[in-house]
């Protein structure tokens, strides 16, 4: 990423030249590949952007990793079965005590 350098920012906007489609992303993400989360975490600053597909949200909590934090956009589609902790997990919702 880094070799090509940043892109071009206008205002608060910058251009995205590349996209990186992972399908069946579940498979990735639960090897914990440090390159997956560099991408996810640091891509846009180089004009990276990713699209993970997976079939369930749970898949983007995976052990200590919680990739629904480095996600800003999401498209969901039919869920079979969603449960409170999921939707909590996709709009990073906190517990208010």
Do not use: C
Request: aromatic share 10%; glycine share 6%.
């Amino acid at each position: 990423m880094q070799k090509r350098g940043k892109p071009t920012v206008r205002g608060d906007y910058r251009q995205l030249t590349k996209m990186i489609l992972v399908d069946e992303a579940d498979n990735f993400m639960r090897q914990d590949f440090a390159s997956l989360r560099k991408i996810l975490k640091e891509g846009r600053e180089y004009g990276v952007g990713a699209i993970l597909s997976t079939q369930e949200i749970t898949h983007f909590k995976t052990g200590e990793n919680n990739y629904a934090s480095y996600i800003l956009t999401w498209v969901i589609h039919r869920v079979s079965e969603i449960r409170n902790s999921d939707i909590k997990a996709v709009f990073n919702i906190d517990d208010k005590k």
